[in-house]
């Protein structure tokens, strides 16, 4: 099973296909900055295009997937690109990074189809372009060196976005998104560089790949936790875990629409896909030494980021700091490092893109109609605006982990998974799931439901279009909600495997497993005793 | 025939998604037969599904499951969507799907009118749907998935008027009150999975009766999925949100608030009933004890409630305590027995409640009922059924179901079985007292909807002195007027006798010839004198008059500032008299007198009718007298209870609690006639505030939220606002406050560097692009 990691399996692909999910925004994003500034439509029209095509590109990768391997696919020879410094092309992708590409794949376009910049569209369209292929990168780059790279480089259009085309207090947000991730990876770089020379002293091979480096381990156990807690610091801030979340709600709120949804949709999950390939792949023995408080971190997560949205009088900001407790439960389940937590894991990292990136959609739209995001300026849209409430209520609930949506499933696997790791942890991460009823349902009910007075009562319904470019998102809430097999049946191979591997170089580690108990089950032999007659036996 | 069972929640699905697409197309009232005949084929299915089962060998019932599709397979963790088609889950699909049908029907006859109608039904449908995958789920997985389903309908239903703030608030509190109780569902779950690799029932029960699942992971299992059902089944101290939850729509209370969602809790402990067999003693006591005490608890609370609804909402939290009491006890048949006895008379009885709202225009307080029977006979009468099912006469419904609790309590013996009879006894008396007096408040006495409201009564007083305030005003002008006309006759009065004396003189002095015509003169102004003495002698009896008239006003005025004193809030009765006698009856009430209360549409009377049947009938399903008459309990045990129950005490015993039983039923029924309709006793000596307020609870737990509660999420929330971002602004600020570092950071250095990666990655991958392609 471990060796299949390094196999380059997969389907046999005609063109590199993986390549092409870069490539095509990357030029995209160029040809963009190519067109002349005054040729308006042509901006989004390309940008449009790009992004389907990514978009097609990303589907038609999912369809090729072969949901019984568990190794990286659509792997071509790796292209070496600097020789003598073990620096390669080399793009692969499994189970765990196979929906993140495709809710990429998908949340772009619709990003840019949602909402229309209110300045310098050639700019901003080239950022939001550029943004694709950098975080296309990151999740299917088998390099440290690239991965790094395209780790930094989705910090600048974004940095952008946010800057340009945000509200309010917009620099002072990008900024301190900018340099709270810088900060975090600048250690990430030194220990990237650590792990290639402690590689290259011990076997002689100068690489930048981390297959390669995974399989190793050629650094102390000490050396690895050190390095470790270095990649931590930066995925934390990415995903981000308390105490070093506050750039989030900040960068959130100003950004504009597309940003935020993009932002929470997929840029967080570089750093919860981060621990995942780069934590517990790469430093398994670490991560088992570090779970615990990993776990506790996720949890304080979990209930902090609830309590704090409870308290938000701005309608986004809560909605951002609800990303903050979903996101402890990705964290929880990922170091409870068990199939169930695993895998709940990565598909609520698609769920969150997709309940949170419509959460965002909607809120921006309200502010588009209403120009505010105040709680308390809000009130009674449901009635003029059913369509409109319908859609929040069922995002909503997917939010909340309501069974039959996919919240539910991922959540209800990660808690199982971190039960079966520590059950204490996980009951009272499991809190968390009343704590999300209560900020999403008091928000709702103050924006929804009470008398519809002032501006309120002139509020538009959902439009047909923005109920297009809702649609796919909430057709998945629900398909994946009832009907998730699909995703999970291609995601626990590449875990198992995952975890086959932690066990390998981890001495004294076993998974934490659910006891499992033979029973019998038959019929019952009729045993017709009832004696309990009102008259005794005798009447 | 079992295979019918697939169609059991399929069909109201399909309405649900039907009405989702066309609802608002079809209206009203398309929309809610389409609903209906939804459930009704489901309920047709489910007797098909229950024929298929009676037809199977007994041996074989216990498990029949029906696969429909893989849910969640991830590692060892597997669980379908799949069906546990056995004895249990028939007799709950029957019932719910039978009383949903009734539901239905008297909704469309409810729901007449309101612009949302189709949404109603649609909800409806899905809150079905939902139930059915509660009961029918062959793991707790599913049954969660219906769990919170009907948790989502149930909060949409609450605040289905969502304009008002209240009905909002009301939907948030049930969920919410909800999700505490549903964390001890997941908990379980989580703990039966760890413990024993699976999460389906059958799994769960034969690993307790084979002895592979230990005591603790059984206790452990047990309590916390009653810490679910106490969500659900609205036990102490999680029962907050039931009676906030009446202000739905009134189908919603009966089919959701009272038949069906919350008896899930009992249900899904007696689903487990092997478990809770396994699980320690203190733990099954703990249950029984809640259950008693939350009968009690709301059942003191229920004899104080004026609102209609009210009562039978505390009535309901009061009957799950008894089923909850007969589950701790081991008694899982006398559980389910109530459950479906209370379904037919609970849905009577709040479906009888809806049709008496109905006909009163929506006024909900008991108060202004009274004499009602005449106008609504059929209301009247099937409602006086329900009334008996549940106050424990004989031989109506819910006299056999109570009993048996009450009998399996008393049967586990020593101090805490007779204890825990003893409050399920005085249960039963406060429950027949408070039916009684809802009843008699409701369908006898004086027809009170025409009573003044105590606005009205203060209203009518004031506007009684008001008028004799306006005539004593009116007199104080008429007198000021007559002094001033006396003055002008007192004037005329002195120029008269002026001119007399004038002429008078004139006549002395005059000679011969004017004598004569000074004489003429003196006689006219004598004349004139007379003349205005007599005007101002009038106008002085003007002023004496209007003097005694102002006096008799500010008199009137007085009396009735008096009478207003004495009377200013009389009771409701002694208003209408006054009212009636007085004549400043306001208008209000004299258009409300003319209204008549109305009998419903046959759409909302003819389930009243059915349900009126069931709840007389209902005890058939297991009457107490032989062996052969036990019918739920053989149908159940042992396929679906896994230990017969055996009650241990005599027939003379059995006899004889049942005869007190009935006295104490009795009893209830004899003091609420002395109060409320012989008026032998001032019933606020008996409506504390305390029970009215539901002995503060709400009120304690709604203050602590919005007191210390709030205050711990603020101080987080300050916290996280300005210790942490603070501190790395701080960080921040006090590096720019040292060197010009930061401040480049801020306008010029992010900005460029940020370019640098920009334009460097590019590069980077421009170069290598060139280099493979």
């Not at chain 2, 929640?9 to 309405?15: A, D, E, K, Q």
Request: proline content about 4%; aromatic content about 12%.
């Amino acid at each position: 099973m471990v060796g299949s990691l390094l196999a380059a399996g997969g389907a046999s692909v005609p063109f590199p296909a993986l390549t092409t999910l870069i490539v095509l925004p990357a030029l995209g994003a160029l040809t963009i900055a190519l067109i002349p500034g005054a040729r308006l439509e042509a901006h989004r029209l390309v940008a449009l295009l790009a992004t389907w095509m990514t978009g097609a590109a990303s589907i038609w990768v999912l369809l090729e997937f072969d949901k019984s391997d568990d190794g990286f696919q659509f792997r071509d020879e790796p292209t070496t690109w600097v020789e003598s410094l073990g620096i390669s092309w080399d793009l692969g992708l499994d189970g765990i990074s196979l929906f993140l590409v495709v809710l990429t794949g998908i949340l772009f376009p619709l990003a840019i189809l949602g909402v229309q910049p209110e300045h310098s569209p050639k700019s901003y369209y080239a950022w939001i372009v550029l943004l694709e292929a950098g975080v296309m990168g990151v999740f299917l780059t088998l390099d440290l060196f690239f991965f790094f790279v395209f780790f930094e480089v989705v910090l600048v259009p974004m940095y952008f976005l946010i800057g340009s085309w945000g509200h309010g207090n917009r620099v002072y947000a990008a900024t301190k998104f900018f340099i709270y991730t810088m900060f975090g990876s600048a250690l990430m770089l030194v220990g990237i560089l650590a792990i290639v020379f402690f590689h290259e002293n011990a076997t002689g091979d100068l690489t930048f790949n981390i297959v390669a480096l995974a399989e190793e381990q050629s650094w102390s156990v000490e050396a690895g936790r050190w390095i470790f807690l270095a990649f931590a610091l930066a995925f934390s801030v990415k995903v981000p875990i308390f105490p070093v979340h506050t750039w989030l709600p900040d960068a959130h709120t100003e950004a504009p629409t597309a940003g935020s949804v993009i932002l929470a949709g997929v840029m967080l999950k570089l750093g919860t896909y981060g621990f995942l390939r780069f934590g517990l792949y790469l430093f398994p023995e670490a991560a088992v030494w570090f779970a615990p408080a990993m776990m506790i971190l996720g949890t304080i997560g979990i209930i902090y980021g609830a309590i704090a949205a409870t308290m938000q009088k701005d309608l986004k900001r809560l909605v951002a700091y609800s990303s903050v407790a979903h996101l402890g439960f990705i964290v929880l389940g990922t170091f409870a490092i068990t199939t169930e937590g695993l895998v709940g894991s990565v598909m609520q990292m698609v769920n969150h893109g997709l309940s949170t990136g419509a959460l965002f959609f909607l809120v921006g739209w309200m502010y588009e109609r209403r120009h505010t995001r105040e709680i308390a300026a809000l009130g009674g849209l449901q009635k003029v605006a059913p369509v409109f409430a319908a859609a929040f209520t069922l995002v909503m609930l997917s939010s909340i982990g309501l069974p039959g949506l996919n919240g539910f499933v991922g959540e209800f696997l990660i808690l199982l998974g971190a039960f079966v790791a520590s059950p204490w942890i996980a009951s009272i991460a499991a809190t968390g799931v009343i704590l999300a009823a209560l900020y999403l349902l008091w928000a709702y009910q103050r924006v929804f439901h009470g008398p519809t007075e002032g501006e309120n009562a002139d509020m538009a319904d959902l439009t047909v279009s923005e109920g297009l470019v809702l649609a796919p998102m909430l057709v998945l809430i629900v398909f994946l909600g009832v009907y998730p097999k699909p995703m999970l049946e291609r995601i626990e191979p590449s875990v198992d495997a995952l975890i086959a591997h932690v066990d390998e170089h981890v001495e004294d580690w076993t998974e934490p497993t659910a006891d499992i108990v033979e029973v019998e089950i038959g019929g019952h032999h009729d045993d017709d005793s009832h004696d309990d007659d009102f008259h005794g036996e005798d009447e | 025939m079992i295979d019918a069972i697939y169609l059991v929640p399929l069909l109201p699905l399909l309405g649900f998604v039907a009405l989702a697409v066309v609802g608002r197309r079809l209206g009203e009232p398309l929309a809610g037969w389409l609903a209906t005949a939804a459930c009704g084929g489901s309920f047709l299915a489910s007797v098909v599904t229950f024929i298929g089962l009676v037809g199977t060998d007994e041996d074989e019932r216990r498990t029949i499951v029906r696969d429909v599709f893989e849910w969640v397979p991830v590692g060892d963790f597997s669980v379908n969507v799949a069906f546990l088609v056995d004895p249990l889950s028939v007799a709950m699909i029957l019932f719910v799907t039978g009383i949903g049908t009734l539901i239905h029907l008297y909704s469309i006859g409810y729901m007449h009118g309101d612009e949302n109608f189709s949404k109603f039904f649609l909800y409806l449908n899905l809150f079905v749907f939902s139930m059915l995958m509660l009961v029918l789920g062959d793991n707790l997985l599913l049954t969660f998935l219906g769990w919170e389903g009907v948790g989502a309908c149930s909060y949409f239903l609450i605040s289905f008027w969502f304009g008002e703030e209240a009905n909002a608030t009301a939907g948030k509190k049930a969920f919410v009150t909800n999700r505490v109780g549903d964390w001890g569902f997941m908990v379980a779950t989580f703990l039966a999975f760890a413990t024993i690799g699976s999460i389906d029932y059958l799994t769960l029960n034969a690993a307790a009766e084979g002895g592979q699942m230990s005591q603790n992971v059984a206790t452990g299992i047990a309590l916390l999925l009653f810490i679910g059902a106490m969500g659900k089944s609205a036990q102490f101290p999680l029962y907050l949100w039931l009676p906030d939850a009446m202000a739905g729509p009134t189908p919603v209370s009966a089919l959701i608030h009272a038949a069906t969602m919350v008896t899930s809790g009992v249900y899904l402990l007696t689903r487990v009933n092997a478990v809770l067999y396994e699980a320690a003693d203190w733990s099954n006591n703990l249950i029984a004890w809640v259950g008693a005490g939350t009968a009690l608890f709301a059942a003191t609370i229920a004899v104080a409630q004026n609102d209609i609804k009210k009562v039978l909402a505390y009535s309901t939290v009061s009957q799950l305590g008894y089923m909850v009491l007969a589950v701790g006890v081991g008694a899982f048949v006398p559980a389910i027995f109530h459950m479906i006895t209370h379904a037919f008379f609970k849905a009577l009885l709040f479906l009888g409640s809806g049709s008496v709202i109905h006909g009163m225009d929506n006024d909900q307080d008991m108060r202004r009922y009274g004499g009602l029977q005449k106008l609504m006979p059929i209301t009247a009468g099937t409602f006086i059924i329900g009334w008996l099912a549940i106050a424990g006469v004989p031989p109506f419904a819910g006299f056999w179901s109570k009993d048996e609790i009450l009998l399996s309590a008393f049967d586990i013996g020593g101090l805490n079985g007779l204890l825990l009879w003893i409050v399920g006894l005085v249960t039963a008396l406060l429950t027949a007292f408070y039916m009684s007096r809802q009843v008699f408040m409701t369908f006898f006495g004086r027809y009170r909807f025409a009573d003044p409201t105590e606005d009205e009564v203060v209203e009518a007083w004031e506007a009684y002195v008001g008028d004799a305030q306006a005539a004593a005003d009116t007199a104080a002008e008429a007198q000021t007027a007559a002094v001033e006309a006396h003055a002008k006759t007192v004037t005329a009065l002195e120029g008269a006798r002026t001119k007399l004396e004038a002429t008078q003189t004139k006549l002395a002095e005059a000679d011969d010839d004017g004598r004569e015509a000074a004489q003429k003169a003196v006689d006219a102004a004598e004349a004139a004198l007379s003349k205005a003495t007599d005007a101002e002698a009038t106008a002085q009896g003007g002023i004496d008059d209007a003097g005694t008239s102002l006096a008799d006003a500010k008199a009137l005025v007085e009396q009735r500032r008096a009478e207003q004193r004495n009377r200013r809030l009389p009771d409701v009765g002694e208003a209408s008299e006054a009212g009636a006698a007085a004549p400043f009856l306001p208008e209000t009430v004299t258009a409300r007198a003319e209204h008549h209360p109305h009998e419903s549409p046959w759409q909302m009377t003819l389930p009243l009718v059915v349900l009126a049947g069931l709840s007389i009938v209902g005890g058939v399903l297991n009457l107490p007298f032989t062996k052969g008459l036990h019918f739920l309990a053989h149908w159940l045990e042992p396929a679906s209870i896994y230990h017969v129950h055996k009650i241990n005490a005599g027939a003379g015993t059995k006899w004889l609690l049942a005869l007190i039983a009935i006295a104490v039923g009795a009893a209830g029924i004899f003091a609420a006639l002395q109060v409320y309709l012989k008026n032998q006793r001032d019933p606020a000596t008996i409506e504390r505030g305390i029970l009215a307020r539901g002995w503060g609870y709400d009120a304690a737990v709604t203050s602590f939220m919005g007191g210390p509660g709030r205050s711990i999420f603020d101080a987080i929330t300050w916290f996280d606002a300005n210790v942490v971002d603070g501190l790395v602004n701080g960080v921040a600020s006090s590096v720019r406050g040292g060197g010009s570092i930061v401040r480049r950071a801020q306008s010029g250095f992010v900005r460029s560097y940020a370019v640098g990666i920009a334009a460097g990655s590019v590069a980077l991958l421009i170069w290598f692009l060139t280099r493979t392609l």
